[in-house]
């Protein structure tokens, strides 16, 4: 029978699982750490690893995040022990002589403070993230750092080079007054055993919380593995998979007497992700910097449109029945059509040059990678399976990482330059889920299809509130859950019209 703490991590993984695929942060959040919280937290990062590929790390992160969590827990119970004392955590003196004491006090009566830190919202969260090559583990609390504080962290950090190994520290670092010291320390030193530095560790403190950060590199074989398998499955792509259904709809407009009724014909492609991205081929051969499916259609003559969207067109290979494929196309069209109408509601539209369409199509495109996944043919499947396994200890990690979790951010890298889109809407089209690595010019821009993204995750349940960009939150007013859900309904009503 399972233990409750079991069964809530079993109902986390597969949450877990999608941030990692995603490449959204996972949080959580106590504000006493209790023991239960701390293992709960500790099987979580350890999910996290494996998902990413690192679980041989885990023997070492388990130590430091231990380290960093009680560090945070002390730093939040050390704010309101000097309140409670009349004492300024700021004041060189009134620390000296709140410190003499803290360690006893706090240890003898430690619940009375735990409730006080409760009372008073000081928090203990864990971060974790993958973004592109980086993986992110991070303790925040919000208790900023005073400037003694800053100083023993410093003092701590420049004399780790002195020392080999553990015992040489414990034989020369104490520190009566704030705890053993040891910890900054032997967290380097650990660090140091993986191949790492103290350049991979971070304590960044400004107005309203403490972050401490250790920054892992993501699996280098696997990265490149994924990267090749990225490559090659694009290139073996000389054909698009096309949904049936719509085509036909297309077909039939462009299988006229007549000039094409090009209204019609956009109506229907501006639907379909793989309708717009056939079309794309020929009009990049025109116009390298196209990005409009208005522009797009009128670059192409009735000739071009009749052979694009005939059956016999050589560059077609029609699915049907595919769930998943039909998901993300779903998906596009929900993006795409939030994507559109965010930017006409947004009030910074005017201070970038592109216009609703190329939002919208940034929307519908951006899912080109998990699109082309999940209707790879069988010669794909069998080519890209065989290069996986050329891998000797890794291919099947790399493997199930391009098929399921985190690659097909960069597959819609890959896949939208090699169809010859400008490298500024390739990166637009992928730069959604790590914002933090979008160039000033474009986070606003490239923030709208982040909250579109977002809006359809979040409606389907499979991201939470706080996944959401603060500063994409920020820009578009939203500060409350309630705020978020009513947007969501605004946007499903009218997507449903």
């Known amino acids: 029978m399972m ?10 993984k597969e949450k877990i699982k999608v941030s990692v695929s995603l490449q959204l942060p996972i949080e959580m959040t106590t504000y006493t750490l209790p023991k239960n919280t701390e293992v709960y937290i500790r099987n979580v990062m350890e999910i996290f690893l494996e998902e990413c590929h690192q679980e041989h790390l885990k023997e070492y992160l388990n ?39 803290f360690k006893m006090d706090t240890l003898t009566n430690i619940d009375h403070y735990l409730e006080l830190q409760r009372k008073a919202g000081l928090y203990i969260k864990l971060a974790l993230r993958i973004q592109a090559d980086k993986i992110y583990i991070e303790i925040k609390n919000n208790s900023t750092l005073t400037v003694f504080e800053r100083e023993r ?10 020392y080999k190994n553990m015992d040489e520290v414990l034989t020369n670092v104490l520190d009566q007054s704030e705890g ?3 910890g900054i320390i032997i967290i ?13 560790y971070q304590v960044i403190s400004d107005d309203d919380e403490t972050i401490t950060r ?45 000039p094409v009724d090009r209204n019609a014909l956009y109506d229907v492609i501006r639907k379909d992700i793989t309708l717009g991205l056939l079309m794309f081929k020929d009009v990049l051969e025109k116009d390298k910097k196209c990005f409009s499916l208005p522009k797009a259609i009128a670059l192409l003559s009735d ?7 005939n059956v016999s067109n050589p ?22 059509y939030y994507s559109y109408n965010l930017y006409q509601n947004s009030k910074f539209k005017d201070t970038f040059p592109e216009d609703e369409e190329y939002m919208y199509l940034l929307g519908l495109f951006n899912s080109i990678g998990g699109f082309l996944i999940a209707c790879a043919s069988e010669a794909q499947l069998s080519y890209i399976t065989e290069l996986s396994q050329q891998y000797i200890e890794y291919g099947d990690k790399i493997l199930d990482m391009f098929m399921h979790r985190n690659a097909s951010t960069y597959l819609s890298m890959v896949a939208s330059r090699n169809y010859g889109f400008d490298m500024n809407v390739c990166y637009d089209l992928v730069g959604w889920n790590g914002l933090a690595k979008v160039p000033e010019a474009a986070k606003k821009r490239v923030g709208i299809l982040h909250l579109a993204e977002m809006c359809d995750f979040y409606d389907r349940g499979i991201i939470d509130f706080y996944q959401i960009d603060k500063q994409v939150r920020k820009d578009f007013g939203i500060e409350t859950e309630e705020q978020l859900r009513f947007l969501v309904k605004q946007l499903k009503e009218g997507f449903s019209e």
């Open 3 to 12: 233990s409750e703490l079991e069964e809530q991590l079993n109902c986390d």
């Open 63 to 101: 130590f430091c995040l231990s380290e960093l969590l009680t560090n945070a827990k002390k730093a939040n119970t050390k704010r309101v022990y000097f309140k409670e004392k009349g004492l300024d955590i700021n004041n060189p003196e009134d620390y000296e002589k709140g410190m003499e004491n």
């Open 153 to 162: 962290i410093q003092q701590k950090l420049d004399s780790v080079q002195q």
């Open 180 to 182: 053993a010291g040891l």
């Open 188 to 200: 380097i030193l650990m660090l140091q055993k993986v191949g790492l530095s103290k350049e991979n």
């Open 214 to 258: 250790i920054i892992l590199p993501c699996n280098k074989t696997v990265f490149a593995g994924v990267e090749m398998l990225s490559y090659e499955f694009v290139n073996l792509e000389d054909n698009l998979p096309i949904i049936k259904s719509s085509f036909e709809q297309a077909e039939k407009i462009v299988n006229c007497d007549g």
């Open 303 to 309: 000739y071009d449109l009749k052979f694009i969207y």
């Open 315 to 336: 560059r077609i290979r029609f699915i049907e029945n595919n769930e998943v494929a039909e998901r993300i196309w779903e998906h596009s069209r929900r993006v795409a």
